[in-house]
Structures are given as C-alpha cells and as structure tokens.
C-alpha cells in the first residue's frame, strides 16, 4: 500500500502552499514549482495530482538531469524501430504512457534547447513525434516542472528558451527551504519516524529537549531529504535510544564536513577564485611584512630567525616604527580595484580552458559584461 501523499506542515507559509496547490489542482494549467535542492518539490507535485481529475491515471516522475541529453528527447516521445543505434523495437514515450494523467519533469533547468523546442509544442496542443516518426500523436497530459536553478537566468544566458519559460510557469509555487519553516521540523521527524518504525519495528525513545532546540536551530542546508536521512541514521545506528544533543551533534557535525566537501560547480568555482584573490592579497601583504621585519633586524645587527615566521610568537613581534621616524621599506601599495577585477577576470578565464560563457557564470556576470571588462582591460 503505498503511503498518503501530504504536505507535512503547520505554519502559516505551509498552508498557504496547500491552499495554493488545492486551487491549482482543480485544473489541467501548468505549474512550475521551484525551491532549493531537497525540499520536497516532487511530494507537493504528487499531493497536486492526487487531488486532481487525473488522480486515478499515472503520475510519473522525470529526472531531466539524470538522463544524458541524447537519450532524454527518446525517453520523453519514444522511439520507433530502427531510430538510432540500439532501437532494435519501437517503445513509448513518458508522454504517451502518462496521457490522461501527469508528468512530473524534475530539474527542467538542464533540458537541451534541441529537447526544449519539441516539449514547447508538446504544452502548446499535446502534440509529438517519436523520434524516426512522421506521424504525429495526440497526448492528454497534465504538466508539471520543477526547478532549483534560477530559469529566468538561464533564459538571460540563453541557456533556456524565453517562451518556453513564460508556458512554464502559468502558475508557479515556490516552496520554502527547510529553515524558514520553525516547528514543522518537528512535525516532519515525527512523520519520518513514524514512517521508518512501521518498516522495521525499530524502537525510538525520542529526543531530550536541549536535542529538540539543537534540531530547530540547524540551518539544514540539504532541506527535508536531509531530515529524513538524519532520522534514519539516529534510529538505525542509535538502535533507538534516546537522541541528547551530544548524539546529534555528532551526526551534524559529520554532515556539515561532508556539506563543505560538495558545492555548486559554478557557485564553488566562483568561490575558490575569490578564496584564491584573497590569498593573492594576503600574501603579498605578509611578505612586504617580513621583508620589513627582516631588514629591521639587519640593521640592529641581528640574524633573522626562520622558525619564529612559522609559527610566530605575539609577545615577540617586533615594535613597528614610531609615526615620526620614516619607513625605511614602505609596503607595497595594495592593487587599485581595477587591477583586482583585471587579475581576477584572468585567473576565471584560465581556470574555465578559455570558455568565456563559462567564466561569466563562475564570476556570477553575463557574457555581455564579461566582453566588455576584457576589452576595457584589453585581455
């Protein structure tokens, strides 16, 4: 039996969802539902099609970004034999095997625009071919998509049809990370351990308070799917005993470490470009220092002492010279800000092979803006 489908939640940002979704539910209009990685935007896509005319037809889910490009348009519309290497029979698509139901077409933001156009016709009149097909065939389908990317970005990078967007979202729902929803947290662990206790009879005594205020307090980066894995994990490795703060803690510590190791590729590229400028900066101030340390104990006779820049003692840091006496070896002056966008433009099209698209995204600009600082800076 498979488990009812719910939007598990109390607060007042959590009804007007459901609320929302009950409206839209009651027609066949597109949705595009958009939230974070992880926040459950595939169960308010089931809880809308549960309570929908089509609740007794298929609903089926969709990863666009797990199914490689030039198999994904195949896996949409089908194929007829003979189509492509492989094609040894004709099958259908999602399309057809959906029609008078839904489909649910998950991460739409990494859709090819050569797959893009045909779907665009597909919203339009239900219309498509099988891939090596002529005919055309008719599909009574309720649409919806998902998305964590930012699609009108993506139309801006032209990396997302514009009219194919404005079909998408004749209604959008945005669904709030887990962070900002307070005490549902507590309503969503009692549904997931409810929920893992009927699978496998595996006894919880619960949290102590001070545990309950740590899980309120936890920004939980990976949202509602990070949440069910942790109360998987404390039932099963816990073996059901009592969760303190010192339990959890252990095991959001764990995740955190492994949170810092997995990043956007684009956000964490930008990132180690700026972490890379710094360093840049930081360095060249800290040998100027050094080399002004080194030349003050030249001068009173001493030899300089490696080990102390390794790890330098405070109460031993030379006194910086008095605001009367001249430096002897002025700091080098700090970059003008041109320079620092000039060097950071180079270091993010080095680190992308050259690929200017590429290097706009991780500088988090437009290719257009990029184009125009390295003509300014003549690149």
Known sequence: MKP?????????????????????????????????????????????????????????????????????ESELFGHEKGAFTGAVQGRKGYFETADRGSIFLDEIGEMSLETQVKFLRVIENGEFQRVGASSTIYSDTRIIAATNKNLMQAVADRNFREDLYYRLRSVELQIPPLRERGRDILLLIEHFVLEFQQKHTIPFEGFTPDATEMLLRYPWPGNVRELRNLVESLLVLEKGQEITSGILDKHLVQRSRFKSLVH???????????LLYSSLIQLRQEVSDIRHMVQQLAEAGQQPQPAKFLLPDPSQRPVPPSIAEPDPAPAAAPPSLDDAEKKTIMEAINSCGGNKKKAAAALGTTERTLYRKIKRYGL
């Open 4 to 72: 009812d489908i719910d939007i598990i939640g109390a607060s007042d940002v959590m009804e007007r969802l459901r609320q929302f979704a009950l409206q839209v539910a009651e027609t066949d209009i597109t949705v595009l539902i958009t939230g974070e990685t992880g926040s459950g935007k595939e169960v308010l896509a089931r809880f809308i099609h549960k309570h929908s005319r089509r609740a007794e037809k298929s609903f089926i889910p969709v990863n666009c970004g797990a199914i490689p490009t030039g198999i994904l």
């Open 264 to 274: 956007d590729p684009v956000r964490s590229e930008k990132n180690e470009l700026q």
